[in-house]
């Protein structure tokens, strides 16, 4: 199929119910496809949206575009959650049906109000011109999740900014509510985060760019969302463009963090407890995550794994990406962990236990039914090798992590897997480790998903992979004798 722009923005409407149970049927057989982890029905989803709690249930959206794995007219499906594991879809939230939304409901937040839950996003909308006008629209859903769209926008572009203007995330702060969003400067074409608030959602004061770190953020910010997380504020968000001087990345468009110690959103001003902006992940496919605080304070996010202008292999299957599982934020000695929430033990059964030392070349250490299950592995300090994950009988497909726990390096490598893609921007993925200490590893594995947790959460390491189903093999080769200890579960679908 050719994809014209006509096409992929020709309304839903027109596109037949036949045609949409023929790709949900496709996605839903594909050997790739993921059995805990939000997943498009059909189609392509990026950015998950209004990530919240509402109504006693967690709820989170995601950007949709159904009828085929590219980025076509986009839509926000909407999922409702008792413990941040189990997701019921509930369908599509926000049609891009009316002229402030015509070409897009693009990513935005959700934010209770009294009784119903307010929905924020942005109307992508181009003219016969093709040029862009975006509006900052709203939308109140109900305890019935029955949704309503505001007749007219909350505001459109900001004379600031270029038409790269979106992604508002809603907080309440005092008694002002506060919209933080991804801009382009207009006068520098530099990427910026713009704050407005409002106490009545007509009128809106406009308090200029955040004041963060004094670096150039590259040409556009996308997705910027600011969390509380043990008291720190911390700004979450996607420069395009950054220098690699100013972040070390490797991905086409990073997500990066930075922590701080204040955060005065009348001002603007974010104060940086630490000088320098980090990577959220570092694998290959994390994007535009989505952190929020609970009403207990809990800070929570969830991830896009996916990438904006990638090719990725289900692409021929006529659908594309995930969601992350949901990690929990904590900050402690000076780092920010992620980890998966708690109840996704729920999904573990069949436990195996793994102790032991390494004698020969290859140990063995475990062969599940299939790509779905959970690893827990502690590695001795001072040792070196790989460990296999998905791999063939020979070891010869795999993917496969690199470690040294005595110069302190880990190397997440997709370079051995059936399917290469992306290959333009490296096949592996390095971190440093601290020195002569044993490394812990939790590793969650969905067919074609990848989430590792270093070392309690320090470091997080995603990457979609694409290996035979039946190459299920983890095995452990190091140079010299080694201690290993261990768990294995296998994972229910959510
Ligand atoms: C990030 C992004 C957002 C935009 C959305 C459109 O991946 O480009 O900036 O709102 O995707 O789907």
């Given at each position: 199929?050719q994809?014209?722009?006509e096409?992929?923005y020709?309304?839903?409407?027109k596109?037949?119910a036949?045609k949409?149970?023929?790709l949900q049927?496709?996605?839903a057989n594909?050997?790739y496809?993921?059995?805990?982890?939000?997943?498009?029905?059909s189609?392509?989803?990026?950015?998950?949206?209004?990530?919240?709690?509402?109504?006693?249930?967690?709820?989170?959206?995601?950007?949709a575009?159904?009828?085929?794995?590219?980025?076509?007219?986009?839509s926000?499906?909407?999922l409702?959650?008792?413990?941040?594991?189990?997701?019921?879809?509930i369908?599509?939230?926000?049609?891009p049906?009316?002229?402030?939304?015509s070409?897009?409901?693009?990513?935005g937040?959700?934010c209770?109000?009294?009784?119903?839950l307010?929905?924020m996003?942005?109307?992508?909308?181009r003219?016969?011109?093709?040029?862009?006008?975006?509006?900052?629209?709203g939308a109140?859903m109900d305890k019935d999740n029955?949704?309503t769209k505001?007749?007219?926008p909350?505001?459109?572009?900001?004379?600031h900014?270029?038409?790269h203007f979106?992604d508002?995330?809603?907080l309440k702060i005092a008694?002002?509510?506060?919209?933080?969003?991804?801009?382009?400067?207009?006068?520098?074409?530099?990427?910026?985060?713009a704050?407005?608030?409002?106490t009545d959602?007509?009128n809106w004061?406009?308090?200029?760019?955040?004041?963060?770190?004094?670096?150039?953020?590259?040409?556009?910010?996308?997705c910027?969302?600011?969390?509380?997380?043990?008291d720190?504020?911390?700004?979450?968000?996607?420069?395009?463009g950054i220098?690699?001087e100013?972040?070390?990345?490797?991905n086409?468009?990073?997500?990066?963090?930075?922590?701080?110690?204040?955060?005065?959103l009348?001002?603007?001003?974010?104060?940086?407890?630490?000088?320098k902006?980090?990577?959220?992940?570092?694998?290959?496919?994390v994007y535009?995550?989505?952190?929020?605080?609970?009403?207990?304070g809990?800070?929570?996010?969830i991830s896009?794994?996916?990438?904006?202008?990638?090719?990725?292999?289900?692409?021929?299957?006529?659908?594309?990406h995930c969601?992350s599982?949901v990690k929990e934020l904590?900050?402690?000695?000076?780092?920010?962990?992620q980890?998966?929430?708690?109840?996704?033990?729920?999904?573990?059964?069949?436990?195996t236990?793994?102790?032991?030392?390494t004698?020969?070349?290859r140990?063995?250490?475990?062969?599940?039914?299939?790509?779905?299950y959970e690893?827990q592995?502690t590695?001795?300090?001072?040792?070196?090798g790989?460990?296999?994950?998905?791999?063939?009988?020979q070891?010869?497909?795999?993917?496969q992590?690199?470690?040294?726990?005595?110069d302190?390096?880990?190397?997440?490598?997709?370079?051995k897997?059936?399917?290469i893609?992306?290959?333009?921007?490296?096949?592996?993925?390095?971190?440093?480790?601290p020195?002569h200490?044993e490394?812990?590893?939790?590793?969650?594995?969905?067919?074609?998903?990848?989430e590792?947790f270093?070392?309690?959460g320090q470091?997080?390491l995603t990457?979609?992979?694409?290996n035979?189903?039946?190459?299920?093999?983890v095995s452990l080769?190091s140079?010299a004798?080694?201690?290993y200890t261990g768990?294995?579960?296998?994972?229910?679908?959510?």
């Amino acid at each position: 199929m050719q994809w014209t722009d006509e096409l992929r923005y020709l309304p839903y409407s027109k596109w037949s119910a036949a045609k949409l149970l023929e790709l949900q049927h496709q996605a839903a057989n594909s050997k790739y496809q993921l059995k805990y982890h939000i997943r498009p029905i059909s189609g392509l989803l990026n950015d998950p949206n209004g990530f919240s709690y509402f109504n006693d249930k967690w709820h989170v959206f995601y950007q949709a575009y159904p009828f085929g794995a590219v980025h076509g007219v986009k839509s926000w499906v909407h999922l409702q959650s008792d413990d941040l594991v189990h997701w019921e879809n509930i369908g599509l939230a926000i049609e891009p049906d009316t002229i402030y939304d015509s070409h897009g409901a693009y990513s935005g937040s959700a934010c209770q109000i009294d009784d119903k839950l307010f929905l924020m996003y942005t109307g992508n909308v181009r003219d016969k011109d093709w040029v862009r006008h975006p509006y900052q629209n709203g939308a109140w859903m109900d305890k019935d999740n029955n949704i309503t769209k505001l007749k007219e926008p909350l505001f459109a572009q900001s004379e600031h900014t270029t038409d790269h203007f979106r992604d508002p995330q809603l907080l309440k702060i005092a008694d002002r509510y506060f919209a933080i969003l991804g801009a382009q400067d207009k006068e520098t074409t530099r990427g910026k985060i713009a704050i407005f608030s409002t106490t009545d959602f007509k009128n809106w004061q406009d308090h200029g760019y955040l004041d963060m770190l004094d670096l150039d953020f590259g040409y556009m910010i996308e997705c910027p969302n600011l969390v509380f997380v043990d008291d720190h504020p911390v700004l979450i968000f996607c420069p395009q463009g950054i220098a690699k001087e100013n972040l070390d990345y490797q991905n086409i468009y990073p997500n990066a963090y930075l922590v701080g110690k204040n955060i005065d959103l009348e001002n603007a001003q974010f104060t940086p407890s630490d000088s320098k902006l980090h990577n959220l992940d570092e694998g290959f496919d994390v994007y535009a995550s989505q952190a929020f605080n609970a009403p207990d304070g809990k800070a929570y996010m969830i991830s896009w794994v996916g990438l904006p202008e990638i090719a990725y292999p289900t692409d021929a299957e006529n659908w594309a990406h995930c969601l992350s599982v949901v990690k929990e934020l904590t900050y402690q000695d000076g780092h920010l962990l992620q980890k998966p929430v708690k109840t996704m033990t729920s999904l573990r059964h069949n436990e195996t236990t793994l102790q032991g030392m390494t004698e020969a070349k290859r140990t063995d250490l475990y062969k599940p039914k299939q790509n779905q299950y959970e690893i827990q592995l502690t590695l001795a300090a001072d040792s070196n090798g790989t460990l296999h994950l998905a791999g063939d009988d020979q070891l010869e497909h795999s993917l496969q992590l690199h470690f040294d726990t005595k110069d302190g390096k880990l190397c997440l490598d997709r370079s051995k897997l059936d399917l290469i893609f992306a290959e333009e921007w490296g096949m592996t993925r390095t971190i440093t480790l601290p020195k002569h200490q044993e490394l812990q590893l939790q590793i969650l594995i969905d067919h074609s998903l990848c989430e590792i947790f270093v070392n309690g959460g320090q470091k997080v390491l995603t990457a979609r992979f694409f290996n035979k189903p039946k190459n299920t093999q983890v095995s452990l080769i190091s140079e010299a004798k080694m201690r290993y200890t261990g768990k294995c579960w296998e994972l229910f679908n959510m």
